[in-house]
């Protein structure tokens, strides 16, 4: 039996929902299928859950800042693993439900199953063959796991797995130190657990600017062995597992394999689309449009493996939302790139990256936390924060940091950059004293010296103090 709709979404995590709430808007005749568990990844998998270790990691770790603090028996608290990842499913469960009623409410119009493209307009589930005016991919992805590791079972974690843990082993290795592994590296490490962690780049986080990640490897090497450069293996022993990368050997009970995502396309039919695939077996999509060529096909979220962020999959599924309910499809400006790693110091990266500009003629400002009055008084007092402007405009045009409240100074350089800001607009702005992101304003200030002067009775030339207790 044929069956046509106006729109068929493929796909309910993050981009695919947001496509429904754009659909909905526009047409009742529409499909959202999906397959394997519903609720998003971010919800059940990833950015929730993940947080909420992270910070039950964060706030046993602070003790070790309480005797400073004049705050005695600290070494006499105790962590109860089991109680601590329950709070994780706890409240993770209670993310997944939220996302839940948004499928749950849609009866008829929601399918569970496994969409397998027949063309442009077709394609197949559980039997049935559907067609549609437009279609919308937007099946996400999963964690990658290297055929031969699958032999160690349930020694070998990923994020869909790690937080299903009743409690967790004393040793355990984190392979691949992108953003994911950095920042459960830390945690687990913060949680009591012996960690070692193995990269095979010798950046960690997503990272390009080389300072950066040198001071972001030194900052974490202090709480955990990292090994870099060398691909890591697995080897079996009796009754653990054996890492080997290099020269660098480990004894682990059990391994986070972080290693990045693949896109959900096994059996989904690209093929069928009449487009060229590139080696992933993916077509181009058009970042502004999320349209496939000048078919009625768009492609969201994850799978089309742009920018594997939150922020970004909701608004490539708003994008193909709006684009699969109109005759001709609508161009997008997209958002000034922003990723943010939930380490302890922050990691965060915005604006043109650094490997992308020319080192020769961009200027480059930079704040070192170890001095600075609020990171001091806090016990903060690490980190780096670097930024990049024009030449003679001195217009922002990225940062990279590994420093205390990253996560907030990223989304003021990211606010600026989208305004075209420059560094002597900035500097315009008031900082209240005493705050972390006077930190921003000293690399500004560097910026500053390099850039033509402002006139006398601008206050952006306002110069710093020489003491440590007023900047």
Request: aromatic share 6%; hydrophobic share 40%; with cysteine.
């Amino acid at each position: 039996m044929n069956e046509s709709y106006d729109v068929i979404i493929v796909g309910a995590g993050t981009a695919g929902l947001a496509a429904l709430n754009e659909v909905k808007k526009q047409t009742s005749n529409f499909i959202l299928i999906n397959d394997g568990p519903w609720g998003t990844v971010c919800a059940r998998v990833g950015c929730m859950p993940s947080k909420a270790l992270i910070e039950a990691a964060n706030t046993f770790h602070s003790r070790s800042t309480f005797e400073e603090f004049g705050i005695r028996e600290a070494s006499s608290l105790t962590l109860d693993i089991p109680a601590a990842l329950w709070r994780v499913r706890r409240l993770r469960d209670d993310f997944v439900a939220g996302t839940l009623k948004i499928s749950e409410a849609l009866g008829e119009h929601a399918i569970s199953g496994r969409a397998r493209l027949l063309g442009p307009g077709r394609l197949e589930v559980n039997g049935r063959e559907l067609r549609a005016r437009s279609i919308i991919i937007a099946s996400g992805s999963r964690p990658v796991v290297p055929e031969p590791w699958r032999v160690f079972g349930k020694q070998l974690l990923t994020t869909d797995t790690l937080f299903e843990q009743q409690t967790l082993p004393s040793r355990m290795a984190v392979i691949g130190l992108g953003p994911v592994g950095v920042e459960m590296a830390q945690a687990l490490s913060r949680l009591g657990v012996d960690v070692v962690a193995f990269g095979e780049q010798i950046s960690i986080a997503g990272l390009k600017d080389p300072s950066v990640n040198a001071a972001a490897i030194e900052l974490l090497k202090q709480e955990f062995p990292i090994h870099l450069g060398q691909k890591a293996e697995l080897r079996a022993t009796n009754g653990g597992m054996q890492v080997h990368a290099g020269s660098k050997e480990a004894m682990v009970d059990s391994v986070l394999v972080s290693l990045g995502r693949r896109p959900n396309i096994d059996s989904l039919g690209l093929e069928t689309l009449g487009v060229e695939l590139n080696e992933q077996g993916l077509p181009s999509v058009d970042p502004h449009t999320m349209q496939i060529a000048d078919l009625p096909v768009f492609m969201a979220g994850d799978i089309n493996d742009h920018t594997p962020l939150l922020h970004e999959a909701a608004d490539e599924g708003y994008i193909a939302g709006v684009n699969a309910t109109q005759r001709d499809p609508l161009y997008f400006k997209r958002r000034v790139p922003l990723a943010i790693v939930f380490t302890d110091p922050g990691i965060a990266m915005t604006g043109t990256r650094f490997d992308s500009l020319d080192v020769d003629t961009i200027l480059t400002g930079e704040a070192r936390f170890e001095h600075q009055g609020r990171a001091r008084v806090a016990q903060r007092n690490k980190g780096i924060l670097r930024l990049y402007a024009e030449p003679e405009s001195g217009r922002l045009l990225g940062a990279e940091m590994c420093s205390p409240a990253g996560e907030h100074m990223a989304h003021l350089v990211a606010l600026a950059i989208e305004r075209s800001l420059t560094v002597h607009d900035m500097l315009r702005l008031p900082f209240y004293h005493p705050t972390l992101e006077e930190g921003l304003r000293s690399a500004l200030r560097q910026l500053s010296a390099q850039v033509p002067a402002c006139g006398k009775s601008d206050l952006a030339g306002c110069d710093a103090f020489d003491c440590e207790a007023l900047n």
